[in-house]
């Protein structure tokens, strides 16, 4: 008996990595299992309890058992996640999310910092093409601009590791699979909060070389061009990965001075890129001498800690908690067992603050 139900674990492994490459996440019934086999029920069972001790399998009351996409034999099961940085204000809840929701299937996850540098992005995927991992979640670099390292995720894919795009996708990779938000509706959102209220020259600040930004600033146009508002170019400012390093680092806000001066003097609104961005602007605001909201109304994305801004509170949007993560999480364990999987663009909710009463 020992002996015959440890040979038919080894054939199922054997199975099981055939399966995961033929996008199949089902072992056939017992039944089946005992007729292809000609052995026991009992023979059957022990060894798909090997396999689900060993977490290659996962039994489903009254459904069968389910592979889950560990592969047999290997020591570690690693997912790399490619974000610019672990420390950035947005990241922390996602990244516990998606740890989890890998911990859950039975895989780990190592982080790897890009720094928003399209160079360092071609370092690390050179380094995990010769490395054992079994899945890439990333957050583009630059992800407006077309990207060369595209050949590099292509190459990864054809020896079996997926790649599950977080927050961005880049222009030039099509076909990719991403985990995104509603940038263009959530701008929408918060323009007609704006008009709402009672705003009509409601001004922008846009990301330039990122995914996110050319989204959130297309959707701001659109949604004043349906209420018949033509917004002035001169309303609508940019600023790029160089600047907010500046402003990390040195906390240095002369940008958003400037656009304050030269730029929005007209305005009574303005829709910024995340939080980030309109935390330092009402910074610059009230330094100007203006009243919020009473001279400017100030709304944003994401609903970070920094929209809790000591003074006045932000107008911003938000998923629900988690959502990002583990829906990028999820997709990628999808793409690991072969099964088919689609991008997915998550919606926002307004979160309505101090900033725009």
């Not at 996008?23 to 059957?44: F, M, N």
């Not at 047999?72 to 996640?81: F, K, V």
């Not at 001004?203 to 995914?211: C, E, L, R, V």
Request: glycine share 8%; with cysteine; charged share 25%.
């Amino acid at each position: 008996m020992a002996i015959k139900y440890k040979w038919l674990a080894d054939v199922l492994r054997s199975e099981i990595h055939k399966k995961i490459s033929r996008g199949i996440e089902k072992l056939p019934t017992e039944q089946d299992l005992c007729k292809t086999y000609q052995v026991s029920r009992q023979t059957v069972r022990e060894a798909l309890h090997l396999l689900q001790e060993e977490g290659l399998i996962e039994k489903r009351q009254g459904s069968g058992s389910y592979i889950t996409g560990i592969l047999p034999g290997m020591e570690r099961n690693e997912i790399a996640l490619l974000i610019s940085s672990e420390h950035e204000y947005l990241y922390p809840d996602a990244i516990s999310c998606i740890r989890e929701t890998l911990l859950r299937s039975g895989f780990m996850m190592k982080i790897y910092e890009t720094g928003n540098l399209v160079s360092k992005e071609n370092e690390i995927l050179n380094r995990l093409l010769s490395s054992p991992i079994r899945g890439i979640i990333a957050e583009g670099c630059k992800s407006a601009l077309p990207n060369p390292n595209v050949p590099l995720y292509r190459k990864l894919d054809a020896k079996g590791i997926p790649t599950v795009f977080l927050y961005t996708r880049y222009s030039n990779y099509e076909d990719c699979i991403s985990v995104t938000d509603e940038n263009a509706e959530g701008s929408a959102l918060l323009v007609r909060h704006l008009l709402s209220k009672g705003h009509k020259n409601i001004g922008g600040i846009f990301k330039s070389d990122d995914y996110q930004g050319q989204g959130r600033y297309r959707g701001f146009v659109e949604a004043l061009y349906q209420e018949n508002i033509i917004v002035g170019d001169e309303q609508i400012c940019f600023f790029d990965s160089r600047t907010l390093a500046a402003l990390r680092e040195k906390q240095d806000t002369g940008f958003l001075r400037s656009m304050i001066k030269e730029n929005f003097r007209d305005c009574t609104g303005i829709v910024c890129y995340n939080d980030e961005i309109a935390y330092w602007l009402i910074h610059e605001l009230m330094s100007a001498g203006y009243r919020l909201p009473r001279d400017m109304a100030v709304t944003a994305f994401d609903n970070t800690y920094l929209s809790s801004h000591e003074v006045v509170s932000i107008t911003t949007l938000s998923h629900r908690f988690g959502e990002m993560g583990t829906s990028a999480a999820e997709t990628l364990l999808q793409k690991i067992k072969g099964l088919p999987s689609i991008s997915k663009e998550i919606p926002w909710f307004l979160i309505t603050r101090d900033s725009t009463l």
